[in-house]
T-cell receptor, first 115, second 113 residues
Framework: GAVVSQHPSWVICKSGTSVKIECRSL??????MFWYRQFPKQSLMLMAT?????????EQGVEKDKFLINHASLTLSTLTVTSAHPEDSSFYIC???????????FGPGTRLTVT | DQQVKQNSPSLSVQEGRISILNCDYT??????FLWYKKYPAEGPTFLIS?????DKNEDGRFTVFLNKSAKHLSLHIVPSQPGDSAVYFC????????????FGGGTRVLVKP
């Protein structure tokens, strides 16, 4: 089946630093990748849609200068949280579209803790 | 405006019995619906989906029913197993949103042995 990986699985960083999270589709090409954020006991909130070779489309209320998304290839998208603050602490999950189906395949998620 | 709603935040069921999870949506342009299962600190896992041209889809212990006129779908798990204890999200896509998924708030299922 389609597999999506994320790295790192968890990260702790100090306030003011930047953190990069990678999302890879391992066995398929993903023209579109999505980035979600989940707060404890809440639903997944879509942050942005990332298409290979073009600028990401951000959802309303998501700061594009703070959450930098780069979709450099058909198998890799990165999310960089710039100048992280404690309120950015969350569980970040990426997903990728499979060309052959409507399903999205999700990565295992990255737990970010900003101290 | 929540376009996809799961009105039951939690559900407790005895092992072997049926679990029924409900989901309502408001956007009539949605044409594809999916159910995901999620364990804490893990990404969601795809369970089953249904296109708006169907009213039922079955895969093993999981069956999804779609009532377009009522804008309602449900997931039936039978028989329920302790390993099914997780949070279940319904999601919808289609129309102007394209492949973007809009998620419901989730239902936490606890299957008691």
């Amino acid at each position: 089946g389609a597999v999506v990986s994320q790295h790192p699985s968890w990260v702790i960083c100090k306030s003011g630093t930047s953190v990069k999270i990678e999302c890879r589709s391992l066995d398929f090409q993903a023209t579109t990748m999505f980035w979600y954020r989940q707060f404890p006991k809440q639903s997944l909130m879509l942050m942005a849609t990332s298409n290979e070779g073009s600028k990401a489309t951000y959802e309303q209320g998501v700061e594009k200068d703070k959450f930098l998304i780069n979709h450099a290839s058909l198998t890799l998208s990165t999310l960089t949280v710039t100048s992280a603050h404690p309120e950015d602490s969350s569980f970040y999950i990426c997903s990728a579209d499979s060309e052959n189906s409507y399903e999205q395949y999700f990565g295992p998620g990255t737990r970010l803790t900003v101290t | 405006d929540q376009q996809v709603k799961q009105n039951s935040p939690s559900l407790s069921v005895q092992e072997g019995r049926i679990s029924i999870l409900n989901c309502d949506y408001t956007n009539s342009m949605f044409d594809y619906f999916l159910w995901y299962k999620k364990y804490p600190a893990e990404g969601p896992t795809f369970l089953i989906s249904i296109s708006s041209i169907k009213d039922k889809n079955e895969d093993g212990r999981f069956t999804v029913f779609l009532n377009k006129s009522a804008k309602h779908l449900s997931l039936h798990i039978v028989p329920s197993q302790p390993g099914d204890s997780a949070v279940y999200f319904c999601a919808a896509s289609g129309g102007a949103a394209g492949n973007k998924l809009t998620f419901g708030g989730g239902t936490r299922v606890l299957v008691k042995p």
